[in-house]
C-alpha cells in the first residue's frame, strides 16, 4: 500500500523558478527519502533526512520534515531544464527494518 | 561500480508464458528489493532480501510470482503464469549497511503482457 501522497501531482514552471513539492505519511517514520526519476529511468536518490532531524541541504535541493504534521517538503531552487523530472517521496517505516514505502510522485516540468 | 543490473530491458511475452527477470545487486550490498510501477498504482514494494533471505513477501500480487535469491549476486522474479495485468516495470534496487537506507536502483525491465 502507497503511505506517501505527494502534493501536487504535476508542476509546471519556469526555468529559475523554484520548486516546492510536498509529501505526506501517516505511520512512524525513521526517515524520509527523496527520490529523482526521469523518463524510461530507474530512480536516483537525492537526500535523506532522519526522523530527529528538522532540516537538511544538498546543492540546490532542501529538505524539510515535521513529524508532528507527518509531512515532508523538497524545494528545489533556482530550477533548470534538467530539473525535468517525476520527484518521490520514500518512507522508512518504524518496525519495518528495511522496508522502503514510495508515494505517487510529483511530476515537475521546467520550461526553458 | 556497475551498480544495479537488471536483464532484460524488455520483455514481450504472450499471456500464460512463463517470464523470469534478473537481478544483480551492487556488490557488498545485502538488501535487495523488487519493485513494480505502474500509472495506476505508482511504485510498490513486492519483495526484499537481507543476506539472500525474503524478509517481507507481503507485496507479491499472488502464488504466480515467486523469488530468489540463491546467492548475493543474484537474484530472480518469476511469474507463471504471466497475464496482461501483470504488464508494467519491473526494479531491482538493493541497499548497504542499515536499514530503510538509500536504495539504488536498476534501470528496470519494461514488461509487456499481450
Known amino acids: 500500500s502507497q503511505q506517501g501522497e505527494e502534493d501536487p501531482q504535476a508542476l509546471s514552471i519556469q526555468e529559475g523558478e523554484n520548486a516546492t513539492m510536498n509529501c505526506s505519511y501517516k505511520t512512524s517514520i525513521n526517515n524520509l527519502q527523496w527520490y529523482r526519476q526521469n523518463s524510461g529511468r530507474g530512480l536516483v536518490h537525492l537526500i535523506l533526512?532522519?526522523?530527529?532531524?528538522r532540516e537538511k541541504h544538498s546543492g540546490r535541493l532542501r529538505v524539510t520534515l515535521d513529524t508532528s504534521k507527518k509531512s515532508s517538503s523538497l524545494l528545489i531552487t533556482a530550477s533548470r531544464a534538467a530539473d525535468t523530472a517525476s520527484y518521490f517521496c520514500?518512507?522508512?517505516?518504524?518496525?519495518?527494518?528495511?522496508?522502503?514505502?514510495f508515494g505517487q510522485g510529483t511530476t515537475l516540468q521546467v520550461k526553458p | 561500480d556497475a551498480g544495479v543490473i537488471q536483464s532484460p530491458r524488455h520483455e514481450v511475452t504472450e499471456m500464460g508464458q512463463e517470464v523470469t527477470l534478473r537481478c544483480k545487486p551492487i556488490?557488498?550490498?545485502?538488501?535487495l528489493f523488487w519493485y513494480r510501477q505502474t500509472m495506476m498504482r505508482g511504485l510498490e514494494l513486492l519483495i526484499y532480501?537481507?543476506?539472500?533471505?525474503?524478509?517481507?513477501d507481503s507485496g507479491m500480487p499472488e502464488d504466480r510470482f515467486s523469488a530468489k535469491m540463491p546467492n548475493a549476486s543474484f537474484s530472480t522474479l518469476k511469474i507463471q503464469p504471466s497475464e496482461p495485468r501483470d504488464s508494467a516495470v519491473y526494479f531491482c534496487?538493493?541497499?548497504?549497511?542499515?536499514?530503510?537506507?538509500?536504495?539504488?536502483f536498476g534501470s528496470g525491465t519494461q514488461l509487456s503482457v499481450l
Open positions: 534496487a538493493s541497499s548497504s549497511g542499515q536499514p530503510n537506507e538509500k536504495l539504488f
Open positions: 556488490s557488498g550490498h545485502d538488501y
Open positions: 520514500a518512507t522508512g517505516v518504524t518496525g519495518n527494518t528495511g522496508k522502503l514505502i
Open positions: 533526512i532522519r526522523s530527529n532531524e
Open positions: 532480501f537481507n543476506n539472500n533471505v525474503p524478509i517481507d
